[in-house]
């Protein structure tokens, strides 16, 4: 919270109906924490699927071809070895896979594992 502005705070107040001052603006935090892992956060989960959905469309236009359409019902963050995975698919199955790597970075995987070939 502390990262947005202080009009931007002060709708997020209301809309949570909290007073401004109940916010504050110095939390953050413990050092060595992480994100919290995508079974314990459905924000977390939205988050990285909407990082992965960029990245994919990003290196789209970098490489020139033309992007399959990501059906963000299917698509889903999955676990695997402690590790999480945005998996983003279509109606055909997996476009691609992309893991979360050091410090919170997606990484792009040319292979993944069997069990993400389900349908979400």
Known sequence: MASLPYGLRAAV????NRDLAEISTS???PAG??????????????RMLLR????YLRRA???????????RAS???EIDKGI?????????????????GEAGKLVRRKTWPAAFDHPG
């Open 13 to 16: 107040a209301r809309i949570l």
């Open 52 to 55: 992965a959905r960029s990245a």
């Open 84 to 100: 999480g995975y945005a998996v983003l698919r279509n109606s055909d199955g997996v476009i691609t896979v992309y893991r979360e």
């Open 27 to 29: 939390e953050s935090p």
């Open 75 to 77: 698509s889903t963050v």
């Open 33 to 46: 924490d992480r994100l919290p892992r995508p079974d314990e956060s459905d924000l977390y989960a939205d």
């Open 61 to 71: 236009d970098r490489e020139g071809f033309t992007p399959d359409v990501v059906d």
